[in-house]
């Protein structure tokens, strides 16, 4: 089944460089596929994160469909060690949770370090970032955004404009494309 890096360590892939310490790895996967993916880590704990709390997740359960994220440990111990993030999709499309309309097909959701390690394109784990800005995301914008080629930032653009038509970073992405805002 398809992974892929995404949150910070995606951007820091896409950069190929390393921007702060992360506190965490964040893997994403398709919400079709985590069935598979929690079958294969059987003896680690997976907490559903929903409204600022973590509940547990009975073995052998799946994630409510309004749950985006599961934060995952190995059984018995105290520390995080991933958090599984869930995109949604229909048969080859990446649907954007937050508004459907933004879809992408699938082939174009990941890129791919000199490695072959998968990372989330970096326009789309930007409009994550986007909902609420951070400092840490302010910071990932704007070492990020005058790097993407034009129909990446094109993309992100549009995408914001559909989803936050006010949004703080819609006049810089206008500038870099030569759009007026």
């Keep these: 089944?398809?992974?892929?890096?995404?949150?910070?360590?995606a951007l820091d892939l896409f950069l190929d460089e390393t921007s702060r310490a992360h506190t965490d790895l964040d893997v994403g996967v398709l919400r079709r596929d985590i069935a598979d993916?929690?079958?294969?880590l059987?003896?680690?704990?997976?907490f559903?994160?929903?409204?600022?709390a973590l509940t547990r997740l009975?073995?052998?359960?799946?994630?409510?469909?309004?749950?985006?994220s599961l934060w995952c440990r190995p059984g018995g111990s105290a520390n995080w060690a991933l958090e599984i993030l869930l995109d949604e999709s229909d048969g080859q499309?990446?649907?954007?949770?937050?508004?459907?309309?933004?879809?992408?097909?699938?082939?174009?959701?990941?890129?791919?370090?000199?490695s072959g390690l998968r990372y989330l394109a970096p326009e789309i784990q930007l409009l994550y970032k986007a909902k609420v800005v951070r400092p840490i995301d302010q910071a990932d914008f704007e070492r990020v955004a005058a790097r993407l080629d034009?129909?990446?930032?094109s993309w992100l653009r549009e995408s914001l404009e559909n989803t936050s038509p006010g949004h703080s970073w819609l006049p810089l992405l206008a500038e870099f494309d030569g759009v007026g805002a």
């Design 58 to 68: 009975p073995r052998g359960a799946l994630p409510r469909a309004d749950v985006h």
């Design 48 to 52: 559903e994160a929903y409204g600022g």
């Design 42 to 46: 059987p003896n680690w704990d997976h």
């Design 93 to 114: 499309v990446w649907l954007f949770r937050r508004e459907p309309s933004i879809r992408r097909p699938l082939s174009t959701l990941t890129r791919s370090d000199g």
């Design 1 to 9: 089944m398809p992974w892929w890096i995404a949150g910070g360590c």
């Design 37 to 40: 993916v929690l079958a294969a």
């Design 150 to 153: 034009r129909h990446a930032r």
